[in-house]
């Protein structure tokens, strides 16, 4: 008998993650893990050690964007990184504010979204230097679907290059966090 199962399609999704708050690179490693029991981790970029923005008076992030092929859809993958901030710890408070763990979708397969609780490409991106420079060191030819700019070039642009700091070059080994993710 055929089987009735429907394949979804795969997107590909950049996903940008920091943490501030606690072992920062071991929450970035379980972000990961727990983010590839459901997704296909592709690539990850460096870690970065960056300047806190919007509230000073915090320990210093760690932070990276990697590259995931997925078959959520949008709302579905803010829910799963929404789940897994709580499963670490991450608490509601205010703006900027130092966490454990702070995943973000930046770009989902070139799609434009604007829901009040989900917005594509992340609406502060080209503000922020801490997720423009790990984009563009994994994807410097990806486009910005409103601004048609690329992120090599947005990341060339945008002010506060001088607070990212490569903290491991080459981030962490994706094969090693996806056998921990079983």
Sequence with gaps: ???????????????????????????????????????????????????????EGQALFLNAVCRISTDLNPWELLHLAKTIESEMGRMPSFPNSPRPID????????????????????PRLVERAFVLVPLAEIAPELIHPELGKTAAQLANEVQGRSGVRKWKLGGFDVLAIRRRAL
Aim: aromatic share 6%; charged share 20%; proline share 4%.
């Design 103 to 122: 995943i973000d979708i930046l770009f989902y397969d070139g799609q434009i979204v604007k829901a009040q609780n989900l917005t594509i490409p992340h």
């Design 1 to 55: 008998m055929p089987s009735l199962e429907v394949k979804r399609k795969l997107s590909t999704v950049h996903l940008g993650l920091g943490s501030n708050l606690g072992n920062r690179e071991e929450n970035l490693i379980q972000a990961l893990a727990l983010l590839s029991q459901q997704v296909t981790l592709e690539e990850l970029s460096s870690v970065y050690e960056t300047e806190p923005v919007g509230y």
